[in-house]
């Protein structure tokens, strides 16, 4: 990815230390903002509130940058952006979207939010064309974004129609929480087994994928709760049911994903630990969520310890990403300086 870099030197001037170290920063970076903003929506539902603004706002913070890197790659260096489209860490851009809009739903701010919701479905066929375009056999956990992005619209679609009683929101929501599940079993079907004891993070998407199901079926339980009617008593039944089926099997695979940190520990820092961090998250989140959607009030500890859990690793890959960018933006500025040193005066 030295398109950005080529750029700048092609015109005479040597990039700036920070350009050079953005421009080599892959899409699945969009997980960061993913990480933080479930977090943040997590600590909501706990009733940190404190804790959950400072994670929205870092969040926001990243976002921003990395919706600004977009626009900017698509309207001026359309290569780099098409190649970087057809990886599925590009879905990140959809999913960090959908839960940054489901944490201003739940803040009240419903036109913020279903701004979002519309600019997540304008990119998700897009996006989701391009990756899967691209998908082949043994893939990484990344293959699993497919469902993420396509059960992040139905997170935030299910949670603006609670919040603003609007039923046909609701049942929209529904196509793609049954879509998401199919696109995970297709991706079951892709993804290498051999990730869960040699990946460098991104394995752990592979029970992300479940958790952020599972909270979608949460979220269209909730709705049908506010007094709207969406479908009668059997559908309610198996969404029910699916969606307890769905956090059974997205807490087995965080169950062996652990296992499999302990037995291979790979404790290196690598910007895909973010999609380690947003697992974490997401479960916290769904198990909270799926206590409250049905009413079993022993899931809400396990759910708050989750969230500690998920807290604790979201500050070490935070603390990983730091010490990794100081020594990227040093190197940067080393060959900056170089590139000063031996051009003509």
């Not at 959950?52 to 870092?58: E, P, Q, T, V």
């Not at 037995?263 to 969520?289: E, I």
């Not at 010490?323 to 040093?330: D, E, F, K």
């Amino acid at each position: 990815m030295s398109s950005g870099t080529s750029s700048g030197t092609s015109s005479g001037f040597p990039p700036s230390p920070l350009r050079a170290w953005w421009a080599q920063r892959p899409p699945a970076a969009g997980a960061a903002v993913m990480a933080t903003g479930i977090l943040s929506v997590a600590l909501h539902m706990t009733g940190h509130e404190v804790l959950s603004r400072i994670a929205l706002f870092l969040a926001c913070a990243a976002w921003l940058t990395l919706a600004a890197n977009f626009v900017y790659l698509l309207l001026v260096e359309r290569p780099q952006w098409l190649t970087r489209a057809g990886t599925p860490g590009a879905l990140t851009a959809v999913a960090a979207t959908t839960v940054l809009g489901t944490r201003f739903s739940l803040h009240g701010w419903t036109t913020l939010a279903a701004a979002l919701l519309a600019l997540a479905a304008l990119l998700w066929p897009v996006l989701l064309l391009l990756v899967v375009q691209h998908w082949g056999r043994r893939m990484p956990g990344t293959v699993f974004l497919a469902c993420v992005a396509t059960e992040g619209l139905a997170v935030l679609g299910a949670t603006l129609s609670a919040v603003t009683s609007t039923p046909w929101l609701a049942h929209a929501a529904l196509v793609p929480f049954w879509l998401g599940i199919v696109l995970y079993l297709i991706a079951l079907f892709r993804f290498d087994l051999r990730q869960v004891a040699r990946g460098s993070g991104d394995h752990w998407v592979a029970g992300g994928a479940l958790a952020i199901s599972a909270l979608a079926g949460a979220k269209l339980l909730a709705a049908a709760g506010t007094g709207m009617y969406l479908w009668n008593y059997d559908d309610s039944a198996v969404l029910h049911d699916v969606t307890v089926f769905l956090l059974t099997l997205d807490l087995a695979w965080f169950v062996v994903l652990l296992v499999a940190e302990i037995v291979w520990p790979r404790v290196r820092y690598d910007v895909r630990r973010w999609s380690t961090a947003f697992p974490l998250g997401m479960t916290a989140a769904a198990t909270l969520s799926v206590a409250a959607a049905i009413d079993v009030a022993w899931l809400d500890t396990p759910g708050r310890v989750l969230l500690w859990i998920a807290v604790v690793g979201w500050l070490a890959v935070a603390a990983g990403a730091v010490a990794q960018a100081r020594a990227g933006l040093r190197s940067a500025g080393a060959d900056a300086s170089a590139v000063r040193s031996t051009a003509p005066r």
